[in-house]
């Protein structure tokens, strides 16, 4: 009755927000008086998948078959799935990212399971129940859900919580083979297309984001954002209406129906702060405001605010950030 | 080509989100509903994919009680052929997944689209267990989607890029944007939308895997701390001594 946990890699290293993962599910395993084994996807190193011992992690599989490198949803279903028979794993745990939703939703089905994705808090196990809180209703609310089936899969939502750090534990690192055979790879890419990170930060894994509205008045002073951004090591992002008008490119569309985010610290540089945009970013910690208009609706969700001219305010706000550094 | 498009019945974006007394339920009073947002987009594409085909059907499933009609009757006057209610309450993204492959089974659709997650329980959890209770490729989250033959050209998002992806059909397909621009119904679709045909059918099982115990909303922010813009560096100072985030 062990926990198992999916952790995401990429050019060799663990994600961030698989690293989270980790933690939560050694935290269950800790519960269920078990033990927690990772199994890898993407591509990963072997002296990075063993510090996982410090989230707490016990033992790390991993299937160096080279198709696995780029996400497939069969072939990543499969080998989750024969690492769970493997290790018996009562429970399974994975990101809430595009891989996790894909991989958990069809998992959930090859393995009888309950399924809860964007979990955010760990599980409470009174009464013989085993329940999880949830985001719904696009971040206005949460909910507690009762997670049935003998088998759970738990997808955890970003920056919910924090990543253990035992320095210097390692885990045992096992390779092993889940068998993959050609007909898994049915929807495997014909080509990857990374986006242009040139040294920045990528929004979903970001502790710390700038984003941009309608305020910002075309995608030329886009540089104030970036400059705020770079000083601090944050993603940069923006509202829908400017996603719409093509001033940023759609990933960047933090809302309802773009992007959810949570990160640590959330700027808001000429957004009003529709219901919607809302619902993308009101499960950040701290949230900053800059806008001309004291009569923004987004200064009732804010933390900080500054009333005033963004093409004023952004410059200060660089300078003092380098400042500090 | 025979397009399966699901969609969902939801709360308008701008809801003010309350529940009932006893926090089990979402509070419907005085609550104008939508179509998913997300779904929209699976239904203009499957919509586009047709015409531009010249042939083909374009049927609408939805899993709901009666009060979802008005809307599958606004996805008619988008531009579905027919709809499909599943007579029940969703319980939950299981019940519903196996509803929809019950009538995918028996009409042998060659696509089935949906929206990435509904908007109230956000899941994202439905186009997996669709594509695993039938046995066949899901394609998720999907920014684009062309159709040569039998073969679907789709563009799949991963976190920091997208990968193009080739599958045959039949394929899940669980959409968002930028993959069209969503059409809103014109007069002419809005008439012939009544009398297009709209068959109920009850469910084929009742078995569900989750159950909301409460729904709780979100702890009220404190107020919000202004800054002086003329001190704006000020802010930076906070963030880091008192909110200490950065």
């Known amino acids: 009755m062990s926990v198992l946990v999916v952790v995401e890699c990429d050019g060799g290293e663990v994600k961030k927000s698989s690293l989270e993962v980790a933690s939560y599910a050694s935290q269950v395993a800790q519960m269920l008086g078990s033990t927690a084994t990772a199994v890898a996807v993407g591509e990963a190193t072997e002296a990075n998948l063993a510090k996982l011992g410090e989230q707490g992690i016990s033992k790390v599989l991993y299937d160096s078959e080279p198709r696995l490198k780029d996400f497939v949803n069969g072939a990543y279903t499969k080998l989750i799935a024969v690492a769970a028979s493997k290790e018996e794993a009562k429970v399974i745990v994975l990101a809430n990212s595009n891989i996790g939703a894909a991989v958990g939703s069809r998992l959930s089905i090859r393995l009888e399971a309950s399924l809860a994705t964007n979990v955010v808090e760990l599980p409470k196990t009174d009464g013989g129940k085993f329940v999880v809180k949830r985001g719904a209703f696009s971040g206005k609310a949460f909910a507690d859900v009762e997670l049935a089936s003998d088998r759970k899969i738990i997808a955890v939502k970003k920056n919910s919580i924090e990543a253990l750090h035992e320095a210097g534990k390692t885990a045992p690192v096992e390779s092993f083979s889940a068998q993959l055979t050609d007909a898994d790879f049915a929807d495997a890419p014909k080509e990857v297309i990374m986006q242009d990170q040139a040294g920045g930060v990528l929004l979903p894994e970001a502790d710390l984001v700038v984003s941009g509205g309608r305020g910002m008045k075309g995608p030329e002073n886009w540089n104030l954002i970036e400059d705020l951004a770079k000083a601090l090591g944050a993603a940069t992002a923006c509202s829908k209406p400017v996603s719409d008008v093509d001033w940023r490119p759609h990933h960047e569309h933090v809302g309802q129906t773009g992007i959810t985010v949570s990160p640590n610290l959330y700027i808001a540089c000429g957004i009003s702060g529709a219901i919607q945009h809302l619902a993308g970013v009101n499960s950040s910690k701290v949230i900053v405001v800059i806008n001309k208009d004291p009569e923004a609706p987004f200064f009732k969700a804010a933390d900080y605010g500054i009333v005033g001219d963004v093409f004023d305010v952004l410059p200060k706000l660089t300078a003092a950030v380098k400042e500090l550094n | ?246």
């Not at chain 2, 080509?1 to 009073?29: G, R």
């Not at chain 2, 159709?147 to 968002?176: D, W, Y």
């Open chain 2, 1 to 246: 080509m025979k397009f399966l498009v699901c969609i969902s019945n939801v709360p308008d974006t701008t809801t003010k989100i309350t529940f009932t007394p006893d926090n089990k339920e979402f509070n419907k009073a005085g609550v104008q509903f939508v179509i998913n947002p997300w779904d929209e987009y699976a239904l203009t594409r499957a919509i586009e994919l047709k015409e531009a085909q010249g042939g083909g059907t374009v049927t609408v499933l939805n899993v709901g009680e009666a009060d979802t009609e008005p809307n599958i009757r606004k996805a008619l006057a988008i531009g579905a052929d027919d709809a499909i209610r599943v007579n029940a309450h969703p319980k939950d993204a299981f019940f519903v997944a196996k509803q929809i492959a019950a009538v995918a089974k028996e009409g042998g659709y060659d696509a089935i689209l949906m929206g990435k997650e509904s908007i109230d329980y956000n899941g994202f959890q439905v186009h997996g267990m669709v594509g695993e209770l039938l046995g066949i490729p899901t394609v998720a989250p999907a920014m684009k989607l062309d159709m040569s033959g039998n073969t679907a050209t789709l563009e799949r998002e991963i976190e920091g890029g997208k990968e193009i992806v080739e599958v045959n059909t039949p394929f899940v397909a669980s959409c968002q944007q930028p993959m069209c621009e969503p059409r809103i119904p014109n007069m002419r679709g809005i008439m012939t939308a009544r009398t297009k045909p709209l068959k109920v059918v009850e469910p084929t099982t009742d078995a569900a895997r989750t159950e909301v115990e409460t729904f709780a909303l979100p702890p009220a922010k404190q107020g919000v701390k202004l800054i002086a813009a003329e001190n704006a560096g000020e802010l930076i100072k906070l963030l880091r001594n008192e909110a200490k985030v950065i």
